[in-house]
């Protein structure tokens, strides 16, 4: 027995059918919210989405070219892994706003004459020293130019290389990552 992919119910012939994009295999009570998709006759399953590390779409994504990786990324060898479009970002530093509002008092201006300054609201100053938002790139760039700070965390670039969490296993946990802000 089969479990519909809509209802719940237990289904012993599900029916394929299309609803806004997604195929699902539902009962013969909920193939009315779709469009019935007709079944391959061949016995291979769909390689739309690939697990293994062959990866015949890799070419046309807008990597750098061939990084030498596996594409499944659950990788514990240590090996190198398939470069992203994170990898070119600049990570912003995490005490961005002191960073801000040390520069901002050294150069005797108020949140407001700040803002003025920069073409920007008050208001989002203030967000921005108490950490309550993060500067657009825009904002970021203006800030640095005009207080004249870097704004980017030192060491960015690899910092997944640096990082020695995990479990004895090899595999990761959602705790292993997360950093908790107290």
Same mark, same amino acid.
Do not use: H
């Given at each position: 027995?089969?479990?519909? &992919?809509?209802?719940?119910?237990?289904?012993?012939?599900?029916?394929? /059918?299309?609803?806004?994009?997604?195929?699902?295999?539902?009962?013969?009570?909920?193939?009315?919210?779709?469009?019935?998709?007709? *079944?391959?006759?061949?016995?291979?399953?769909?390689?739309?989405?690939?697990?293994?590390?062959?990866?015949?779409?890799?070419?046309?994504?807008?990597?750098?070219?061939?990084?030498?990786?596996?594409?499944?990324?659950?990788?514990?060898?240590?090996?190198?892994?398939?470069?992203?479009?994170?990898?070119?970002?600049?990570?912003?530093?995490?005490?961005?706003? &002191?960073?801000?509002?040390?520069?901002?008092?050294?150069?005797?201006?108020? *949140?407001?004459?700040?803002?003025?300054?920069?073409?920007?609201?008050?208001?989002? /100053?203030?967000? /921005?020293?108490?950490?309550?938002?993060?500067?657009?790139?825009?904002? *970021?760039?203006?800030?640095?130019?005009?207080?004249?700070?870097?704004?980017?965390? &030192?060491?960015?670039?690899?910092?997944?290389?640096?990082?020695?969490?995990?479990?004895?296993?090899?595999?990761?946990?959602?705790?292993?990552?997360?950093?908790?802000?107290?």
């Amino acid at each position: 027995m089969v479990q519909c &992919e809509m209802c719940g119910a237990e289904t012993s012939s599900p029916k394929t /059918i299309k609803v806004e994009g997604a195929e699902l295999d539902v009962c013969s009570n909920c193939t009315d919210f779709g469009t019935e998709v007709k *079944q391959p006759s061949s016995s291979s399953t769909s390689t739309k989405y690939s697990t293994g590390s062959s990866s015949s779409s890799s070419s046309s994504s807008g990597g750098t070219g061939s990084s030498g990786g596996t594409a499944t990324g659950s990788s514990s060898s240590g090996g190198s892994r398939r470069q992203d479009m994170f990898d070119d970002m600049e990570e912003l530093a995490t005490d961005y706003d &002191e960073r801000v509002r040390d520069a901002r008092e050294a150069k005797g201006l108020s *949140q407001s004459e700040l803002a003025n300054e920069l073409n920007e609201k008050a208001s989002l /100053i203030r967000k /921005i020293e108490r950490s309550d938002t993060l500067p657009s790139d825009r904002v *970021q760039s203006k800030l640095e130019r005009f207080l004249d700070i870097d704004l980017s965390a &030192e060491g960015a670039s690899g910092g997944d290389s640096e990082w020695s969490g995990g479990s004895s296993t090899g595999s990761y946990t959602l705790g292993d990552v997360v950093k908790r802000k107290d």
